[in-house]
């Protein structure tokens, strides 16, 4: 089993930029892909970014895509999320997760493993 802590998330204004962070732990030998997903009020969980682990290969949803960076340390262990030009519509609670040894990185579904989350609120 692998277990994923979030942590970095905070308020900022609207413009500003925040770093998110995972640490996993455990069976980290089965994370073939790592990835951020989002929950926002009302909102369904959206997959925003993944990386799959062995090649450093990216996937970006369109709505962050060239605002946010996705990269790993260490196979994985530690992965992040930079975020930049950020918007009061990015409010959500950010998830680290870990589709195990499946490598669909970038289906939203796959993500089995789940860290606790950590809030990322954005004012305008």
């Known amino acids: 089993q692998v277990k994923l802590v979030e942590s970095g998330g905070g308020s900022v204004q609207s413009g500003g930029s925040l770093r998110v962070s995972c640490v996993a732990s455990?069976?980290?030998?089965?994370?073939?892909?790592m990835g951020w997903l989002r929950q926002g009020p009302g909102k369904e969980r959206e997959l925003v970014a993944a990386i799959y682990t062995a090649d450093g290969s990216t996937y970006y949803s369109d709505s962050v895509k060239d605002r946010f960076t996705i990269s790993q340390v260490n196979g994985g262990k530690t992965l992040y999320v930079e975020m930049h030009s950020l918007k009061p519509e990015v409010t959500a609670i950010y998830y680290c997760a870990t589709t195990g040894r499946t490598m669909l990185c970038g289906v939203t579904y796959a993500y089995a493993f789940w860290g606790q989350g950590t809030q990322v609120t954005v004012s305008s």
């Open positions: 455990g069976s980290t030998d089965s994370t073939y892909c």
